[in-house]
């Protein structure tokens, strides 16, 4: 389960804030609209009134009663016509929303300048641009200003960060190395030279954290850091604070689709690295998530994920001829391609992958669920992710298969790796709703999968075995989650598990069936489509 759950809930706490301020607005464009819509009413009745005298009754009362309810269509809240009608009405007046936003800061920086943006509540980024020099000994970064700027302030600038993205949270980020951001005089305290001198930029963030957990490594690693660098088209050297090597080995493959050069190891590489340009902090938009309009190409999470397909196509293929070489020996016959072979015969049905828990939130009747699976006409698998299981390993099955069914958890984030128009069901225990939802849910949604969540009923809980029926962990989740993270923790996160009905579920299941039917109609189709156009 997601470590920051109460962090997030005070974050997301101001946010409702806002949320609310927004339906106040929003009633009090409904009752802008009632306006209008009275003052419209009152026209035509006046109109109407105007041409009885002239005996055509009946035919104004046909158009009267036709343009109310046109009125009605147009100018209620939320119609897709309102807007419309509301700029006609109002053609002239200047509107906020058409002006350009303004550049973020630290957009532009200077040569010989230090530009800190603090503005974000995730995370602080800050730009140094000219002679860049490391200093792992003083966990310093040092800008050399040249004259004439070395005698103004620009030289005495000194800023502090943890290139971390959970800036909120002052317990974990307390466990990240924060660097020294110094601007001084040529000759002054920085190193005299350069051991390595780089000739393209380097962005600065740290692997610490909540590091171990695969959600907070995509969500507050990985994906910032494609945010971040992708714009530099992999020239771009990535400098590493709290260093792992484990690290290295399980996100490789994509370290190399966004650098082309060696990372460096901050802390234990005391050598003097000299850049052009540094980016300390990683950018982060949202919840497992990429907003277009701030990001160069307007690229998206969907371009992102085309990223990890890059990422992983050629190790997938090496576990491919992996396999394929020990079916061979195993057999004392040659084999190649015979694993592609097999794979392209079972395409007849649909591929349905259960990520399996151990502890808790497992799925008590999970032999049940692959049966039920089974026979709603899906090729079951169960993956069992672990803290060793090769990423590449899990890309393959979740990237083949169209549908992922688990219970919410850390390992949801592995919805990244399915195609868009895959079937996620995701299995949300007692308590968890909003969580499910914020982390998992709406991220899923803009990745383009078709999300399918299955709230459990109390009596699917194993607490239903433990409290009274009437007992609010049963019956008002919200209350027992207000008295504390720790409370949530204990009773809902580390204290339950999930026994599905399978009468309920296979509803799911059935939906799941068809959507993946539907979707290969339409293939199909334009398939047959694009064949009869071809010239022959």
Known sequence: MVQHHRATLLLHQQQRKGDATAEEGQQ???EEGAGKMKELRRRLVDYACHHRKHGHDALLRMLAGFALVSCLVLLLPGSPFSAAVDDLLQMGRTRLDDETPPPPPCAAVSNGTICCDRTAMRTDVCVMRGDVRTEAASNSLFLLVPPPDNSTAAAGRDERIRPYTRKWESSIMSTIDELRLRAVPEGGAAPASCDVRHDVPAVVFSTGGYTGNVYHEFNDGIIPLYITARQYNKKVVFVMLEYHDWWMTKYGHIVEQLSDYAPIDFTNDRRTHCFPEAVVGLRIHDELAIDAARMPGNRTIQDFRRML???????????IEEEEKAAAVALGTPTQGSIRKKSA?????PRLVIVSRNGSRAIENEAELVRAAAGAGFRVAVLQPRQDTELAKMYRALNASDVMVGVHGAA???????????????????GTDWAAETYYGEPARRLGLRYMPYKIKPAESSLYRQYAKDDAVLTDPDTVNAKGWQVTKKVYLDGQNVRLDMVRFRRRLRDAYDHWAELRR???????????????
């Open 345 to 349: 015969l079972k395409d007849d049905k």
């Open 28 to 30: 009090l464009v409904a």
């Open 522 to 536: 339409r293939h199909n189709a334009d398939s047959t489509e694009t064949e009869q156009r071809k010239p022959w």
């Open 309 to 319: 397909d890059d990422a992983y196509r050629g190790r997938i293929q090496m576990i």
């Open 412 to 430: 949801m984030t592995h919805f990244l790796f399915m195609r868009p128009g895959s079937v996620f069901i995701q299995v949300v225990p007692l």
